[in-house]
């Protein structure tokens, strides 16, 4: 919440007299502690203290739906510190008091979030109860007869959908797949990916872990890929990053060569993106798929390296998913300083032009492309990786190879980039073939 925000109701919170007017203050209290828990960092210690002022007042018996209501703000912030039994406790005490109190979308709401809490603590037949009672309390919204409109109806099939997804992963925790996808499809019909984009992508997700457990590596990769629209590694980094390691784990249970140069790709990609010094477990997992990808590449293509791996794969793709993955790859590179960054991009260059000629000239092109979009000193390295690769070759191959670039430059580019490329190169000691 905006600070502002959370000022103007501190203002308020402090106008109010606790003896004068305590349930105002109380009110007022519970409306700061709610605003503080969502403000940007938290402050759960400070809402938490806010919110026990307010329930001593809003007692149980004096006011059960407001007391209801501050139980479940404060069940929020144990679960927001990892405080899952606590705040398990406080979310069922809070349905209790309001199940018969308040309308069914706050219902499905506060069974939903006992659920959560009892997933968090691993109790999923109790999870799969709590989901049962928030579905039973939302349909009560949206069963025939029942009309919402507005973002009040947006509101409704969101809480709909999360309810069975959340369901759907309890139930895949269970083992018990063919429920975990009847729950999973039934929210994924449910809203769209303006109204509910983490609800749909974590649909998708889960329904490629489903198919993954049932052994469809074909459904599971359509259903990775769904969720990796959705969840951009700007937008949604971690869950970006899970994506893309459960996307190498749904290709590496293929056998055919091109499916492991997929997941041994996007297990490079997942063990970029996994901080090691935080997620640990994450990283050390996926830097060990890689491993045994890799030996299995090994094994059916000797004597190829990574990069290698990595330019027999681009040159198999259609133009739109090579751009895709030129521009992941050149971000990864690009992340790193020089001369690593130089390194990888001057094996990424010497892997492509081992491909047949029309291939290496096409992955050329779309490198350059890449290249343009690069600040200066990325485009500095590429090139600068570029032509050590050119470098490493016989005296007629180096001279194919800088004819291939002169010609890329200059059938791609117009007159600016084309200067800003070729400065670069002389500054580098190229000579025009």
């Known amino acids: 919440?905006?600070?502002?925000?959370?000022?103007?109701?501190?203002?308020?919170?402090?106008?109010?007299?606790?003896?004068?007017?305590?349930?105002?203050?109380?009110?007022?209290?519970?409306?700061?502690?709610?605003?503080?828990?969502?403000?940007?960092?938290?402050?759960?210690?400070?809402?938490?203290?806010?919110?026990?002022?307010?329930?001593?007042?809003l007692t149980e018996s004096r006011a059960p739906i407001e007391h209801g209501r501050i139980l479940t703000a404060a069940a929020s912030q144990h679960r927001a510190m990892s405080e899952p039994a606590r705040a398990s406790e406080l979310f069922e005490r809070a349905a209790g008091l309001l199940d018969d109190r308040v309308d069914g979308e706050e219902r499905a709401a506060v069974w939903s979030n006992v659920g959560l809490a009892r997933t968090e603590l691993g109790q999923l037949e109790h999870a799969v109860l709590a989901f049962d009672r928030a579905v039973a309390a939302i349909a009560t919204v949206t069963g025939?007869?029942?009309?919402?409109?507005?973002?009040?109806?947006?509101?409704?099939?969101?809480?709909?959908?999360?309810?069975?997804?959340?369901r759907g992963l309890a139930w895949f925790g269970l083992g018990n797949f063919d429920q975990a996808r009847a729950d999973l499809e039934a929210g994924l019909g449910l809203v769209d990916v303006a109204a509910a984009p983490i609800q749909l992508g974590m649909a998708h997700h889960s329904l490629g872990q489903v198919a993954t457990a049932q052994g469809r590596p074909d459904v599971a990769i359509v259903q990775f890929l769904a969720a990796l629209r959705?969840?951009?590694?700007?937008?949604?980094?971690?869950?970006?990053?899970?994506?893309?390691?459960?996307?190498?784990?749904?290709?590496?249970?293929?056998?055919?060569?091109?499916?492991?140069?997929?997941?041994?790709?996007?297990?490079?990609?997942?063990?970029?993106?996994?901080?090691?010094?935080i997620q640990t477990a994450q990283w050390?997992?996926?830097?060990?798929?890689?491993?045994?990808?890799?030996?299995?590449?090994?094994?059916?293509?000797?004597?190829?390296?990574?990069?290698?791996?990595?330019?027999?794969?681009?040159?198999?793709?259609?133009?739109?998913?090579?751009?895709?993955?030129i521009r992941d790859l050149a971000d990864r590179f690009a992340a790193r300083p020089d001369p690593q960054r130089m390194d990888l991009f001057r094996e990424a260059a010497a892997a492509a032009r081992g491909e047949v000629p029309e291939v290496s000239r096409a992955l050329l092109r779309t490198t350059l492309f890449v290249l343009a979009e690069q600040p200066d000193a990325v485009l500095r390295s590429g090139l600068m990786g570029q032509l050590a690769a050119h470098r490493s070759l016989a005296p007629s191959g180096r001279l194919a190879a800088d004819t291939d670039l002169d010609q890329v430059i200059q059938e791609l580019f117009q007159g600016p980039q084309r200067v800003r490329f070729r400065d670069i190169l002389y500054e580098l000691s190229w000579e025009r073939p």
């Open 144 to 166: 025939a007869g029942a009309t919402a409109s507005g973002e009040k109806a947006s509101s409704v099939w969101r809480i709909h959908a999360t309810v069975l997804i959340n």
């Open 284 to 325: 050390q997992e996926t830097a060990t798929r890689l491993g045994e990808v890799n030996e299995r590449l090994a094994t059916r293509s000797p004597g190829r390296s990574v990069a290698e791996h990595r330019a027999a794969l681009l040159g198999s793709l259609g133009d739109d998913e090579q751009l895709a993955l």
């Open 1 to 57: 919440m905006p600070t502002d925000a959370v000022a103007a109701l501190e203002a308020v919170y402090l106008a109010r007299s606790p003896v004068d007017d305590p349930v105002g203050r109380a009110m007022a209290a519970y409306r700061l502690a709610v605003a503080l828990g969502e403000s940007v960092p938290p402050d759960a210690r400070r809402a938490l203290g806010l919110l026990d002022e307010a329930r001593l007042v």
């Open 230 to 277: 959705i969840f951009t590694r700007t937008t949604f980094p971690h869950q970006h990053a899970v994506a893309t390691f459960n996307l190498g784990v749904a290709y590496a249970c293929t056998a055919d060569l091109t499916s492991l140069r997929r997941a041994q790709w996007s297990f490079e990609a997942a063990v970029n993106l996994f901080d090691p010094r």
